[in-house]
């Protein structure tokens, strides 16, 4: 047994506290997340996630580029075939984004990857492009908004598109402003048992109070912002972190190693 310090393993069947406790926060996330932009909202970026990964197939086309995904079925991702785009291999186009801060996805030894979310703007879009430009010694050119607004993006196709209606729940329309949402939460929050109105039984994890000023560098973007997919080279402060702890608490304890799990609500 590695270093557990929850009752789950011992009495799984009566524990008050959730099991799942990290994947339960994940969940509420994405459910507080959904109910701030609504249905709307959520069309709103995914329409406009699918725009901007069309004017990246349209301007690679016009740059000579070999593009996997096609103009019209796409969403967010755009894989592009270096070798027959004229270029060495997807290695040296990954290898040469790297030189300007910004990571591709590599497929394999041909090809490459762009994927667009929620947080893309229209100047991560403008360097995406340059740095393709670049690449075919061409040169990048002045893009306005009006550039963008003019591009005309394929519809897509009727059978992809959904046509009933989804998140017409309350919870997902009523919430319109942020004191709204606090207030929402409160009233969530005021259902359960909580330490100011009774004593949690068992849920030991519960009981643990951690200062926000404990809290605040998780919130920092060399903690927070890491890509999964991110190359190990660009991860080394965070495998250092881990090797650090790992060996301390082996130290402490005497085990032979520790083995680190994702954050609990803990």
């Known amino acids: 047994m590695s270093l557990q310090t929850r ?21 509420n996330i994405s459910s507080f997340y959904s109910q701030w932009h609504g249905a709307e909202g959520l069309k709103q970026q995914a329409t406009r996630v699918r725009n901007f990964a069309g ?11 070999k593009t996997v995904t096609d103009g019209v079925s796409h969403f ?25 801060g910004v990571n591709l996805r590599l497929y394999d030894d041909r090809h490459v990857g762009v994927s667009f979310n929620e947080t893309t703007n229209l100047t991560d879009l403008d360097e995406l492009i340059d740095i393709f430009a670049g690449l075919k010694s061409r ?11 003019s591009k005309k993006v394929a519809e897509l196709p009727a059978s992809l598109k959904r046509t009933s209606k989804f998140m017409q729940q309350p919870q997902f329309t009523e919430i319109t402003s ?4 606090m207030r929402y939460i409160q009233r969530l929050a005021d259902k359960d048992v909580g330490l100011t109105n009774s004593m949690i039984p068992l849920g030991s994890c519960t009981l643990k109070l951690n200062s926000a000023i404990a809290m605040i560098p998780i919130t920092w973007s060399g903690f927070a912002g890491i890509h999964p997919y991110a190359p190990l080279d660009q991860v080394q402060g965070y495998m250092e972190l881990i090797r650090e702890l790992s060996d301390n608490l082996s130290s402490v304890t005497h085990y032979d190693s520790i083995s680190l799990q994702p954050n609990s609500g803990a």
């Open 7 to 27: 009752e789950q393993h011992i009495r799984r069947d009566k524990a008050t506290s959730n099991i799942c406790t990290a994947q339960a926060l994940l969940a």
């Open 55 to 65: 004017i990246l197939i349209d301007d690679l086309k016009t740059l000579g580029y």
């Open 76 to 100: 967010d991702t755009v894989v592009i075939d270096a070798k027959a785009s004229g270029l060495p291999s997807a290695e040296h186009v990954v290898s040469e984004f790297h030189k300007y």
């Open 139 to 149: 040169k990048g050119q002045l893009r306005t908004d009006s550039y963008y607004e």
């Open 178 to 181: 942020e004191t709204q949402m």
